[in-house]
């Protein structure tokens, strides 16, 4: 199965990661919050990793990221005990990202011609027709109008903002005007003064408006979702064409690159009838939401995505969840409209599209290009693993080997909780490590932590009056992520 490629490699810290009903029955008790390798994090011992930092609330988000953490280390911590060159890691979600990428550039160069030479002469004349890198500082008078304003509060509104207009350009102070009359509270006292400002960063109508204007020139009334303004241009400033030639000449050049590369996709694509189908949306956001679901036989083979000679599975998908996002990724398509998902998931079909037209035209990444790449990552990962301790571990007297595993995990979630050590991301390992080695967390514990923490944690001391500092240091809040 082909992996899919859309937003490259992303990186995450904590995956999440649930029981299923097997796992359930299997440990019915409630003193359990995560186990993995053959260890088990209990209900006292994560209350007491929350005690490294009284100033961490006990909350079902911070529990849930704390065990995680636990499932990441130990699953890391094993797997460099069996081979300290992690060498049975599957580093596939990381390296077939980099390969995918690396296959459309080949792609790229292959089909993509176009002219990207520019003589001086035409950049001078692109340069003063779009005049890039302008910027201007504006004043404006605001008066809000309600999108339900009737007919009568609008030409109320109209009738001022004409009235102040007039005003202003017989020649009356146009500051002193906004100071008195404009509703915008941002720039009111400053008396309508916005600042320098560029295309882009303002409201269609009002940049138009704007950039229209000669410097102390008023203009006509102009209308945007915010209300009716009356702007005055103060300055105007460009970069010196000599000084930025060189600068533009490339922006036009990545321009020029970028268009031609959709064309190509939209000529490539057209014709194969893309077809996001009813209901994808909801599958997505859901697996988006819950990344350690497990999915087989038809939920699996589900069609998200279809298109002439393909289709994208909701299995596709919930690989490309956990191999190419981050938890803060994940969240931000689960909180996605369904216009956005329905691109998102047009964009994953047409990049099988673009893997399949690579492979029809012979192009393809060699075996020594893989192994060597999957070498240099298992080969960065293992000098992080002893980096942070979690690999060479050797047992004290009386340990077991996952009893030393244990300890040394605890002693550096302690130090991260603590802020004394930057957390180790797993990333798109994560799920596949706990594939192995077994890891999960169960979500039924986690209220049983926070009870357990917030009876067994001291009480935060009593602010200090300015000027005397506290008796002894407090501990400064770690990070989660």
């Known amino acids: 199965m082909r992996k899919l490629a859309a937003f490259g490699v992303l990186a995450a810290t904590v995956a999440f990661t649930a029981c299923d009903g097997m796992n359930q029955a299997m440990t019915s008790h409630t003193d359990v919050v995560a186990r993995a390798g053959g260890l088990e994090l209990t209900v006292e011992e994560a209350a007491g990793l929350l005690a490294q930092n009284p100033r961490l609330p006990a909350e079902p988000e911070v529990v849930d990221a704390v065990a995680n953490l636990w499932v990441d280390y130990v699953v890391l911590a094993t797997a460099a005990d069996r081979d300290s060159t992690l060498g049975s890691v599957d580093v596939a979600p990381i390296v077939d990202p980099i390969l995918e990428q690396q296959l459309f550039g080949k792609l790229n160069d292959q089909v993509i011609k176009v002219d990207t030479t520019f003589t001086d002469e035409e950049l001078r004349e692109i340069w003063e027709r779009e005049q890039p890198g302008t910027e201007v500082r504006a004043r404006h008078i605001l008066l809000r109008l309600a999108p339900d304003a009737t007919s009568d509060q609008r030409d109320s509104a109209l009738a001022l903002a004409n009235d102040l207009r007039a005003r202003a350009q017989a020649g009356e102070n146009f500051a002193d005007l906004a100071q008195e009359f404009s509703q915008d509270p ?17 409201v269609a109508p009002f940049e138009a408006a704007a950039f229209a204007l000669d410097v102390g020139e008023v203009s006509d009334v102009v209308e945007t979702p915010f209300g009716l303004h009356i702007i005055k241009l103060e300055e105007r400033r460009a970069p010196e064409f000599d000084q930025a030639r060189d600068t533009f000449r490339m922006q036009l050049i990545q321009q020029r690159v970028a268009e031609a590369q959709q064309a190509y996709v939209e000529e490539l694509t057209s014709s194969l009838r893309i077809q996001v ?5 909801a599958v997505a956001r859901d697996l988006a939401e819950k990344p350690e679901r497990n999915l087989s036989g038809r939920a699996a083979s589900r069609t998200l995505v279809s298109y002439e000679g393909g289709q994208l599975t909701a299995r596709e998908y919930l690989d490309w969840i956990r191999d190419r996002t981050s938890p803060s990724n994940r969240a931000q398509i689960a909180a996605m409209s369904d216009e956005n998902l329905e691109m998102l998931l047009e964009g994953m079909a047409q990049n099988e599209i673009l893997l399949a037209e690579a492979e029809r035209q012979g192009l393809q990444m060699t075996t020594e290009e893989r192994d060597s790449l999957s070498s240099e990552v298992r ?8 980096m942070i301790g979690l690999s060479g571990i050797q047992p004290q007297q009386g340990e077991t080997r996952e009893q030393a595993i244990e300890r040394r995990v605890m002693t550096f979630i302690e130090a991260v909780i603590r ?63």
């Open 419 to 481: 802020g004394e050590q930057q957390p180790l991301g797993l990333g798109p390992l994560a799920f596949s490590l706990r594939d192995t080695y077994n890891g999960e967390v169960f979500a039924r514990a986690v209220p049983k932590v926070i009870e357990t923490a917030q009876t067994s944690r001291p009480a935060l001391p009593m602010p200090q009056p300015q000027g005397q500092l506290p008796a002894t240091p407090q501990p400064e809040s770690g990070s989660q992520q």
């Open 186 to 202: 941002g720039t009111r006292q400053s008396g309508g003064d916005l600042g320098f400002f560029g295309r882009g960063q303002m």
């Open 379 to 386: 080969s960065q990962l293992a000098q992080a693993t002893q």
């Open 277 to 281: 189908q009813d209901g994808a949306t």
